[in-house]
Nanobody, 120 residues
C-alpha cells in the first residue's frame, strides 16, 4: 500500500520560505513521477512542480525561479523548497506519485495535504 505523508506547511509572512517534505512508503520515488500540487479555496487543484524518474523537472509558470523540487532517494522523500512566498501561494499542498506503463497510468497516489498560509 502506497502512503505519502506531507509535512512542513505552516504560516509564513510574504517573502519568507518554507520547505515541504513528502515521505513515501510502499513505492520507490525514483521509479515514479513525483509531483506537488496545490489547491486554494474555490480553485481547482493545480500542478506546482514535478520531477521524473530521470530527474527532469517542470514547474508552473507562477512558481518558476522561486520553488525547487528535489528528492532524496536514500530517504525516499521528495521536497519542495519555496522561497519568496506570496499571499497567492496560500493553499493546501499535496504530494502525488504516478507511474506509467506506456500510456497506462499504473499508480496515482496522493498524500493528505499540508496547509501553507502566506500572510501579507
Amino acid at each position: 500500500q502506497v502512503q505519502l505523508v506531507e509535512s512542513g506547511g505552516g504560516l509564513v509572512q510574504a517573502g519568507g520560505s518554507l520547505r515541504l517534505s513528502c515521505a513515501a512508503s510502499g513505492t520507490t520515488i525514483s521509479s515514479n513521477v513525483m509531483g506537488w500540487y496545490r489547491q486554494a479555496p474555490r480553485k481547482q487543484r493545480e500542478l506546482v512542480a514535478a520531477i521524473t524518474s530521470d530527474s527532469s523537472t517542470n514547474y508552473a509558470d507562477s512558481v518558476k525561479g522561486r520553488f525547487t523540487i528535489s528528492r532524496d532517494n536514500t530517504k525516499n522523500t521528495v521536497y519542495l523548497q519555496m522561497n519568496s512566498l506570496k499571499p497567492e501561494d496560500t493553499a493546501v499542498y499535496y504530494c502525488n506519485a504516478r507511474r506509467y506503463r506506456g500510456n497506462v497510468r499504473t499508480l496515482d497516489a496522493w498524500g493528505q495535504g499540508t496547509l501553507v498560509t502566506v500572510s501579507s
